[in-house]
C-alpha cells in the first residue's frame, strides 16, 4: 500500500558525505502518518535500524552514527533524507528505506536498497 523509491548511495572516500532520499507513495489516501526510517545491512551481519522520524517528527538515531547522520522529513514531498557526514569504512552497507503505518493492522515497507560504499 505505500511504496518507496530510495537514491544517493553511490561510492565515497572516508570523511565525506552522501545523502540518501527515500520517496513515498500510496495510492490510499487514508494512510496518512507514516512514520519512516533507515536501516542498513552489511554484508555477514544483520540488518540494524540507522536512523528513524515519526509521522510527528521525532527522531532517534543509532549511537554508531550519533553526531555524524541526520534523518529529516519533507511531508510535502512525502520524502525522508539520511545526511550521512564524515563516513567511514565501517558504514559500508545497503541501505534500506522502512515504512511504518496503518491501514487496518500495522504494516511495514520496504524500499528496494541502495549501496553504500565507504572507502579507506
Known amino acids: 500500500q505505500v511504496q518507496l523509491v530510495e537514491s544517493g548511495g553511490g561510492l565515497v572516500q572516508a570523511g565525506g558525505s552522501l545523502r540518501l532520499s527515500c520517496a513515498a507513495s500510496?495510492?490510499?489516501?487514508?494512510?496518512?502518518?507514516?512514520?519512516m526510517g533507515w536501516y542498513r545491512q552489511a554484508p555477514g551481519k544483520q540488518r540494524e535500524l540507522v536512523a528513524g522520524?515519526?509521522?510527528?517528527?521525532?527522531?532517534n538515531t543509532a549511537d554508531s552514527v550519533k553526531g555524524r547522520f541526520t534523518i529529516s522529513r519533507d511531508n510535502a514531498k512525502n520524502t525522508v533524507y539520511l545526511q550521512m557526514s564524515t563516513l567511514k569504512p565501517e558504514d559500508t552497507a545497503v541501505y534500506y528505506c522502512?515504512?511504518?503505518?496503518?491501514?487496518?493492522?500495522?504494516?511495514?515497507?520496504w524500499g528496494q536498497g541502495t549501496q553504500v560504499t565507504v572507502s579507506s
Open positions: 522502512n515504512a511504518d503505518y496503518w491501514y487496518g493492522t500495522k504494516r511495514s515497507s
Open positions: 500510496s495510492s490510499i489516501s487514508s494512510i496518512t502518518d507514516i512514520d
Open positions: 522520524i515519526t509521522s510527528g517528527g521525532s527522531t
